[in-house]
């Protein structure tokens, strides 16, 4: 050991530590937010909280598209196996399970490209890459809703493999331990949507452009990236036909003409909130730095080469973005990413020359230089840790016990339909939600643990409509389509007994009404209110009028039967209940009297919070009056 | 001693260029734009009406109001002006000398362009030949290699633009381009150390100054083209700044702050209290109603082709300054695009133009590469020459007879709508307005855009009737209220509006008033303007601006009908 720290100069240990402790700082700044995510154990957004739900279907041995309905391929599906096999095994509510499976994705990631980088340091610039590589880890700490989406998955492996195809551009061989791993990953994660391959392509052409290296095109990882897709066929086409048939006969062709019902236009897509603009204006201040370099000697140099591969892959992600003709923040993820990473490459890039002469006038400046960046990263890191502890004092936390989960979870983690499913359900019950979107059936359903009551965990009818207007020439294939996927909703509430189920107002309502879906399928069902724009139904047997007994009068006769003075059956009898609806008020009582006799306060936020609505909506009124007596008092003013 | 081999061959191409296609182009252009009227580009016409008005003694932006700075509207003067001077001669209308102007301009743009490319041939062959640093030698030859497979393209792409922007012909962003054609030339072979008619660069100086100050965005995009041509290279910037183009642009810049200075107080007041903050603030909010997949034009196609022309511009820039200008005046033009947050077609002008240059220069490269894999195999050489030709007329051809047609039936369009989608009951905008007034009376179309209102009321010769040529402050004034910062420089603006508004309701100034869509009528409503209206106007109906959302009729938002008011005295 001692003769090996001898054989080094002094100048590789400060250089080496020195990047020790940039990887730390970087490793930091990307791991402080994995605090952020057990503050908010419960948080995911639709479209992440419905594959995690499919996946809890695989595992319980279903096939997609036979035995649940979706619009996309299938591996999204499987890759949630591995969150979900998580939870269950630390016993995490499965979002806290998916972020943190995301997180550790991302540390390796980090890790990946850190190795590369100083395995091939002598071929590759290092120095513009540390910003990127901050970048990089910066970037997953500013996601909330599309934290786990399949674009973010993208961005883990593919990444690391634009780094490996650079060096192998360049003229420098990697070693197969990088090459294989690296080159399957990336394939398996570019099969997750078909334009990432456009994506992988973008890279290859701006490093063949730079580098005029045609002998790169084959190699290790470049073979290696084809074997997930080519496996991933495979495994496709071997689904059951059944399977097969819904999703080429049904959802791929509503996914295709009925998009558009949420489609935006071109202006919205790029300019309309900040979350759109701000990566196009990044994207356009990164593109003119880039062409203000190019035509320099820094834009000819080793480190300047790497410019035309980041700026193919930036506009890759950009048609890519257009093409799909939504304003869906995810679809704009890697376009953001590239963006960010080729600004700080660039910064990097343009304060490479002076810190390299720097560092050649004085060794120790890089570890000094190390230990501020590690410092800084610390503080930064700290703070945010701070920041995500502090409960602002009007901020009401869920109890997580009644979910069979411990510790608390922010309340604007959770729409209204949780509440809604919460109140009205126990953990068995099974839940349908018919809506014109993921949300709000989705996440709600997964957070409050209710398994789904029908194949279709979201409901597309709205779709099918707008499929409709855009092509009317295919309007009798699509309502054969739509009767065979109401008649199937229709079959599953009948089959399964679903203790809920919500129907949206509008316009899922009336286009379900033209099937007489209420007075076909919801019989057994009688509405007992609505939330977040949707009718709720509960299973009760035969329509019962819940409005004919009071809330004492339930008590009453709860806790006859908890006194066991009669049977349910009995106080079903003789009250002229159904059963159901009996057998629910008896849990609910009984959870009641359990809650309210352990030592605890009753959770009030709802009352609280419906004080609050009542006071702004008083303080909007008197806003718009002030209004209308300050323009009273203007006119008066000219007048004069 | 010049190498005449190694200028015979550009020069000669861009002989036959300018004769055989430029040439006829600019006969056939002539023609059009004298046989054809109702042509001109909506906002160009707003800023010719408002530029009227201040010839009769009005105010700019304090008796009617428009975003665009001063400058544009003493360019807007010049048809008048000439009108007044060679009427006697040439009686035509404005419109008309407003096209020839631009026409000449165009004129200009390219026989500028042709000349500096003719120039540096010779000038660079005749370097070429004395011994010179290798590093020098590499460049000049480069430089030398591009113009002859690059030169005929880039002036066949300003005809091509003309024919695709034959719509946008005289908005600002034509104007820009028009002036980039030659200047980002001009400025990459002065970076290179040859020199030019000190005449021509003093001219073309003046015009890359004036084209500057068209629009807000403009003197960065003008000046980071500028610094891409000259490679931030020291020797580079030091010859461009001693060359007579610079300095005639900063005399220029210098000239036109002199005119500013020269406006009156309360003009300057308001472009600087007023108008800008406005604008800055228009960069900031986005309309919430362009929202579904109709709200708004769409131009994906200008962002589609971004993604090859900047590619190419990418592996291209690192050999030539000139692409990397280009390229950079193609980031401007997106990003014009995002700052302005609307979509019309005049937002993407300059991309358009940079877009074809980038790609007419990679197809013409890719060509020649091609053409020399093809030389080194054929014996002839007529046979290289033969299938050079044919590919590029071939191409240029047809892409001028899809791009006429596409614009003639555009223009058919927009003279006599027939969309597609109707809001039934109601009559198009151009009858309602032609129904019910006369020729020189004053008409106000309060709109969030002035697609409905320009150059419907130019072509028909109706007068500005109200302040608000241009009603998007009406829409940031509503927000600014609504979250209570409506307060210093906006509350004065605001109030000069209702001033003002309230003034020409009760003159009657206008014989009718069309508001168009939500956030119009809230604003009157909200001023209580509506009063005034009812006072002296009648509501006669509602009408339409029918359009399927395409060139030269573009809308924002939903699909709005104009109410209309006519003046009780009218009525009567």
New interface residues.
């Given amino acids: 050991m001692n003769s090996f720290i001898k054989s080094k100069p002094l100048e590789y240990w400060i250089v080496s530590a020195a990047y020790v402790l940039v990887l730390a700082a970087c490793l930091l700044l990307a791991l402080q937010r994995v605090f952020y995510w057990t503050a908010h154990p419960l948080f995911v957004c639709s479209d992440q909280s419905v594959y995690l739900a499919m996946a809890e279907l695989i595992l319980a041995g279903k096939i997609p598209y036979r035995d649940f309905f979706d619009f996309n391929p299938p591996l999204i599906m499987y890759l949630n196996v591995v969150p979900i096999m998580v939870a269950r095994l630390f016993h995490l509510p499965p979002p806290l399970a998916l972020a943190l499976v995301v997180e550790a994705l991302h540390a390796i990631s980090i890790l990946v490209m850190a190795a590369l980088l100083y395995v091939y340091r002598k071929s590759v610039p290092v120095l513009p890459f540390l910003p990127f590589l901050f970048a990089y880890a910066y970037f997953t700490t500013l996601m909330e809703n599309d934290m786990g989406q399949r674009e973010h998955l993208f961005t883990f492996f593919f990444m690391p493999y634009f780094l490996l195809r650079g060096i192998r551009h360049f003229g420098t061989r990697p070693s197969n331990w990088f090459s294989i791993p690296i080159g399957f990953f990336c394939g398996l994660l570019l099969s997750l949507k078909p334009q990432f391959f456009f994506l992988a392509f ?1 890279a290859e ?2 490093f063949l ?2 580098s005029r290296n045609w002998r790169a095109l084959i190699s290790i990882e470049t073979l290696s990236l084809l074997v997930a897709p080519l496996g991933y066929i495979l495994l496709f086409l071997r689904l059951p036909k059944e399977a097969l048939k819904v999703l080429f006969e049904q959802a791929l062709p509503i996914y295709q003409y009925g998009t ?1 019902w949420s ?6 897509m ?4 900040d979350y759109f ?1 701000r990566p ?2 990044q994207l ?1 201040g990164s ?2 730095i ?3 370099i ?3 000697s820094l ?2 140099s080793r480190a300047g080469a790497w ?2 591969p980041f ?2 892959i930036c ?2 992600a ?2 890519v973005y ?1 093409q799909g ?1 939504q304003a869906w923040t995810y679809r704009l993820l890697p376009m953001a990413l590239f963006a960010q990473v080729l600004l700080a490459y660039e910064a990097g890039l343009i304060c490479s020359a002076p810190l390299l002469k720097a560092f050649q006038m004085w060794k120790g400046f890089s570890l000094l230089a190390a230990l501020a960046v590690f410092g800084g990263t610390a503080h930064y890191a700290n703070l945010c840790i701070e920041e995500y502890r502090i409960v602002p004092p009007d901020r009401f936390d869920i109890n997580l016990e009644g979910l069979g989960y411990s510790g608390f979870s922010p309340r604007n983690d959770f729409d209204e339909t949780f509440f809604s499913m919460i109140e009205n359900s126990q953990p068995d019950d099974k839940i349908v939600h018919i809506g014109s979107g993921i949300r709000p059936g989705y996440p709600a359903q997964l957070q409050a643990g209710r398994p789904p009551g029908s194949r279709y965990l979201y409901f597309m009818i709205t779709m099918i409509r707008s499929a409709v207007e855009v092509n009317p020439k295919l309007k009798d294939k699509f309502a054969v389509i739509e009767k065979q996927v109401v008649e199937n909703l229709g079959e599953d509430i009948l089959k399964n007994r679903p203790n809920l189920v919500y129907l949206q107002d509008f316009p899922v309502r009336d286009a379900l009404q033209e099937h007489h879906f209420v007075e076909r399928f919801l019989g057994n069902y009688t509405e007992i209110g609505t939330v977040d724009s949707t009718s709720i139904y509960r299973l009760t047997g035969v329509k019962f009028n819940y409005a004919a007994f009071d809330v004492w009068r339930r008590a009453e006769i709860a806790m006859a039967v908890l006194r066991k003075e009669l049977t349910a059956e009995q106080a079903a009898a003789k009250y002229q209940l159904p059963i159901d609806v009996l057998n629910d008020w008896v849990k609910r009582a009984k959870a009641g009297l359990l809650r309210r006799l352990s030592d605890r306060t009753l959770d009030r936020e709802a009352e609280m919070q419906k004080e609050i609505y009542d006071l702004n909506d008083r303080l909007f009124k008197m806003n718009l009056e002030k ?1 209308k007596l300050e ?1 009273e008092l ?2 008066l003013k ?1 007048k004069q | 001693m010049e190498d005449r081999s190694k200028t015979n061959s550009p020069i000669a191409k861009l002989d036959l260029c300018m004769v055989g296609l430029i040439l006829p182009f600019l006969l056939f252009l002539l023609h059009d734009l004298s046989t054809r009227s109702g042509d001109l580009p909506s906002l160009l016409t707003l800023h010719l009406s408002l530029s009227q008005t201040l010839l009769f003694g009005q105010s700019l932006y304090v008796d009617y109001f428009d975003f665009a700075p001063p400058l544009v509207f003493e360019l807007g003067k010049i048809p008048y002006l000439l009108q007044q001077l060679l009427g006697g001669l040439f009686p035509l209308r404005v419109e008309l000398y407003t096209k020839y102007g631009v026409f000449f301009l165009l004129l200009s743009s390219f026989l500028t362009t042709y000349y500096l490319f003719r120039s540096a041939c010779r000038q660079l062959a005749s370097r070429l030949a004395f011994p010179l640093p290798s590093e020098e030698r590499e460049t000049l030859q480069k430089a030398l290699a591009q113009i002859d497979t690059s030169s005929t393209s880039y002036l066949l792409v300003l005809a091509i633009f003309t024919i695709y922007e034959r719509l946008q012909f005289g908005d600002v962003q034509f104007l820009l381009a028009l002036t980039l054609t030659p200047w980002l030339v001009y400025v990459w072979l002065t970076g290179l150390g040859l020199g030019f008619n000190r005449y021509l660069s003093i001219a073309l100086g003046l015009a890359a100054g004036i084209a500057s100050l068209l629009d807000y965005p403009f003197p960065v995009i003008m000046l980071l083209c500028t610094l891409a041509a000259l490679r931030l290279n020291a020797l580079a910037l030091s010859r461009f700044a001693f060359s007579s183009g610079f300095l005639s642009m900063v005399l220029t810049l210098f000239g036109a702050l002199l005119h500013y200075f020269s406006l009156s107080e309360e003009v300057r007041h308001a472009f600087e209290h007023w108008v800008v903050p406005l604008k800055m603030l228009s960069y900031q909010m986005f309309d919430d109603g362009i929202n579904g997949w109709d709200g708004a034009p769409d131009h994906k196609e200008v962002f589609y082709l971004a993604c090859p022309a900047l590619m190419f511009a990418a592996a291209a820039a690192l050999r030539s300054s000139w692409i990397a200008s280009l390229a950079m005046a193609l980031v401007g033009g997106m990003l014009i695009f995002l700052l302005e947050k609307q979509g019309f077609a005049r937002d993407l002008v300059l991309a358009v133009w940079a877009n074809l240059a980038l790609l007419f220069i990679f197809f013409s490269s890719s060509l020649s590469w091609t053409l020399d894999l093809i030389k080194s195999r054929m014996p002839s050489s007529f046979g290289p020459l033969i299938f050079d030709l044919s590919i590029r007329l071939t191409l240029t051809f047809s892409l001028f007879f899809f791009l006429n047609k596409r614009f003639e039936d555009a223009y058919s369009e927009g003279i006599n709508p027939h969309p597609l989608r109707v809001i039934k009951g109601l009559s198009d905008i151009n009858i309602m307005v032609e129904h019910n007034s006369k020729w020189k009376e004053a008409v106000y179309i309060l709109s969030d855009y002035p697609d409905p209102a320009y150059p419907l009321l130019f072509n028909l010769e109706r007068p500005p009737g109200g302040y608000l040529l241009n009603g998007r402050p009406a829409r940031i004034l509503l927000a600014l209220k609504k979250t209570n910062e409506l307060k210093g420089d906006m509350r004065e603006f605001y109030e000069h509006v209702i001033a003002q508004t309230l003034q020409d309701l009760d003159r009657k100034k206008a014989t009718l008033i069309l508001a168009h869509g939500y956030y119009l009528y809230q604003f009157l409503e909200e001023a209580g303007l509506l009063n005034s209206v009812d006072e002296n106007y009648e509501r006669i109906g509602d009408t339409a601006f029918l359009t399927d959302n395409k060139e030269p009729r573009e809308y924002l938002g939903a699909y709005y009908a104009l109410t209309v008011f006519k003046s009780r005295a009218a009525v009567k």
């Fill in positions: 973008c052409l701006g452009l730079s558009i489609s935006k236009c071109f202006p919205h790029l300019c309309s909130y603009i196009f204006l356009v593109l003119t880039a062409f203000l190019l035509p320099t834009g000819r410019l035309s700026i193919f506009l890759g950009m048609v257009i003709a209004g323009q203007f006119k000219e």
